[in-house]
Nanobody
Framework: QVQLQESGPGLVKPSQTLSLTCTVS??????????WLWIRQPPGKGLEWVGA???????YYSPSLKRRTSISRDTSKNQFSLQLSFVTPEDTAVYYC???????????WGHGTQVTVSS
């Protein structure tokens, strides 16, 4: 069974960098044609796509967050990570990692982790 688990600090100060890691079990992040995603949901708002790392190592970012976002992967640990720099309270959200299968379905999700930006 495929499982995704987010980990990282729940509280980040403004102007600092938010760092999260998603550990994947039950599947390899190099599985052909799979995308590994970061998605967030601010309080009272809808889901927002943050970015993705593909099975081959390509990285994609939301245009609105691109300047502050870095996504990487560690195939030896079967993990992928998110760094969001210069955070503000508007970056407060539940952050999810998820997978997208070759047919475009978001088939597996982590439970989500609350990240609050506050001094």
């Amino acid at each position: 069974q495929v499982q995704l688990q987010e980990s990282g600090p729940g509280l980040v100060k403004p102007s600092q960098t938010l760092s999260l890691t998603c550990t994947v079990s039950g599947a390899s992040i190099t599985t052909n044609y799979y995308y590994w995603l970061w998605i967030r949901q601010p309080p009272g708002k809808g889901l927002e796509w943050v970015g993705a790392a593909t099975y081959s190592g390509s990285i994609y970012y939301s245009p609105s967050l691109k300047r502050r976002t870095s996504i990487s992967r560690d195939t030896s640990k079967n993990q992928f990570s998110l760094q969001l720099s210069f955070v503000t309270p508007e970056d407060t959200a539940v952050y999810y990692c998820a997978s997208r299968d070759p047919w475009g379905y978001y088939d597996y999700w982590g439970h989500g982790t609350q990240v609050t930006v506050s001094s």
